[in-house]
């Protein structure tokens, strides 16, 4: 038996509750790249560096020249400057 109804609500009423602390912890870390100029860019950066292993989310702010990159615990800084310039664009420090 489900708790939907044919009209697509639930039917219990119930509320759920995440407990913060069950959540896995991550960190973001924000890193200055060169290079990047456009969408093909901010393409090329996000998917390079989310290859990456522990890595679970990556903004590009190509105007600002930022990568932001969340993880469960800080990147490899040597793993991520590589995908980064493989890339085609230079990685040049924390920001």
Request: glycine share 10%; net charge negative.
């Given at each position: 038996m489900s708790c939907c109804s044919t009209d697509g609500t639930c039917s219990t009423g119930a509320t759920v509750t995440v407990d913060p602390a069950a959540l896995p912890a991550t960190?973001?870390?924000?890193?200055?790249?060169?290079?990047?100029?456009?969408?093909?860019?901010?393409?090329?950066?996000?998917?390079?560096?989310?290859?990456?292993?522990?890595?679970?989310?990556?903004?590009?702010?190509?105007?600002?020249?930022?990568?932001?990159?969340?993880?469960?615990a800080a990147p490899d800084e040597e793993a991520l400057r590589a995908a980064v310039d493989d890339a085609g664009y230079e990685l040049t420090g924390r920001a």
């Open positions: 960190v973001s870390t924000v890193y200055a790249v060169a290079g990047m100029t456009c969408g093909h860019c901010e393409r090329a950066v996000t998917e390079a560096v989310s290859a990456l292993p522990g890595v679970t989310a990556v903004q590009v702010d190509v105007a600002a020249g930022l990568v932001t990159v969340s993880a469960g």
